[in-house]
């Protein structure tokens, strides 16, 4: 650590800023070929079944990950784990759009998960680094940044298809804006120390502290995957909301986790994240059965809400904690937040099938409790 450390006064904001730049890159990479869906669907002639199996090859790619970006961080560190994972983003991008059949395009997908992936590992690791050289707690806001990056490249989406409908161009565009970004970030990230390797450990099912945070990860992310892909059919038949009304499920609860993400550096430097993540599961898990058990419209948009400000401290929190006991564990936790986010969506789809969709979305307030029933097992160490 001595070796750079003459850096950190000089040059922190801009550390600062380069690893927030490579949370927007991640965000904009996902929000870009997201955006197109519709697009891709057309070019490849794809059924929506097909279209289905080529998003979970993405969430497939990252839960298989693990040992690639397990060894990567363990070998070289942080910093190259970004910029391999930065560098070639964009380049699978342009193999998306310019994929000539499905099962090219599926396995150019799985690739996506694994750098996707790879990014989100390396990008955590810096993110904890910086708030240790810094002091100073970064990790939520960088985590707001990343939903500014899928923002970005929803509005930078609807822009190109007025310049043109090609996919191909899109993405061109897009690579070039992600490589520009990434190249003036990667020379002021921080370096890292050589990790000892736990010898056979490697590879080892995650366990003890890295287990409950991989749990708090995977609970997180089967809410916040859930709620994005079921709030607006749920508030269309569960809450009797119209055409109109039923998106707004999806943008309550996204605004708030925003604003709390934003601010949520201060709030976790005043109360700590074991409060944090205590109320938040309780105030999203809580508040989300109280309007399931309400119903109607209006109690639904509070519950949705709630449960954004709720959830917003799991990610960066987790993330965090994670970090500080090296780099397998926070890969073990990101891969177990990729499961969530896998198996989420499909399992309240289950439920509902089964009985209703109110149902179906208790099993998410379940979820968010479960964050908070988690938050007293694990040994938090600020």
């Known amino acids: 650590m001595t070796h750079n450390s003459h850096l950190f006064p000089v040059s922190l904001r801009r550390t600062q800023l380069a690893i927030a730049t490579l949370f927007l890159v991640l965000g904009f990479n ?3 070929w997201a955006s197109r869906i519709p697009a891709l669907k057309a070019q490849l002639q794809l059924s929506t079944a097909e279209v289905g199996f080529l ?13 690639i970006t397990a060894t990567i961080l363990q070998k070289y560190g942080s910093k190259a784990a970004c910029m391999i994972a930065g560098l070639l983003l964009p380049l699978v991008l342009i193999g998306l759009a310019l994929a000539p059949n499905y099962p090219l395009a599926i396995a150019v997908m799985l690739l996506e998960g694994v750098l996707a992936s790879l990014l989100n590992v ?8 910086a708030e240790t050289v810094g002091k ?4 939520s806001r960088l985590h707001a940044v990343f939903s500014l990056g899928g923002l970005a490249a929803a509005l930078f989406a609807s822009g190109m298809t007025f310049v043109s409908e090609q996919v191909w161009l899109h993405f061109l565009f ?22 000892q390797s736990a010898g056979g450990r490697r590879f080892a099912l995650p366990s003890g502290v890295a287990l409950w945070l991989g749990l708090m990860a995977l609970f997180g992310t089967i809410v916040e995957g859930s709620m994005s892909d079921w709030s607006a059919l749920y508030l269309k038949e569960g809450a009797g909301a119209g ?4 998106p707004l499920g999806i943008a309550f609860f996204s605004i708030t986790m925003f604003i709390a993400r ?12 074991p409060k944090m993540l205590f109320w938040g599961g309780v105030l999203s898990g809580g508040g989300l059965l109280c309007a399931l058990l309400i119903g109607g419209l209006v109690p639904a948009l509070i519950g949705f809400a709630l449960v954004g400000l709720g959830m917003a401290a799991v990610s960066p929190c987790v993330y965090a904690a994670a970090a500080k006991h ?3 564990a926070l890969a073990a936790v990101t891969t177990m937040g990729s499961i969530g986010a896998l198996m989420g969506p499909p399992m309240i789809g289950f439920v509902a099938h089964h009985s209703n969709l109110s149902w179906g979305m208790a099993v998410v307030a379940l979820a968010g409790l479960m964050i908070a029933i988690l938050t007293p097992r694990i040994k938090w160490s600020n």
Request: a negative charge; charged letters at 5%.
């Open 326 to 328: 090296g780099a397998v």
């Open 122 to 129: 390396g990008m955590n690791a810096q993110g904890v680094k």
């Open 262 to 273: 934003w601010f949520g550096d201060g709030w976790r430097t005043q109360l700590g994240a």
């Open 136 to 139: 100073q707690a970064i990790m």
């Open 243 to 246: 055409s109109q009304m039923a």
């Open 174 to 195: 897009a690579a070039a804006l992600l490589w520009l970004a990434v190249i003036v970030s990667l020379s002021h990230l921080l370096l890292d120390q050589q990790e």
């Open 55 to 67: 998003l979970l090859a993405s969430g497939f790619g990252a839960v298989f990950s693990f040992p």
């Open 30 to 32: 996902f929000g870009t």
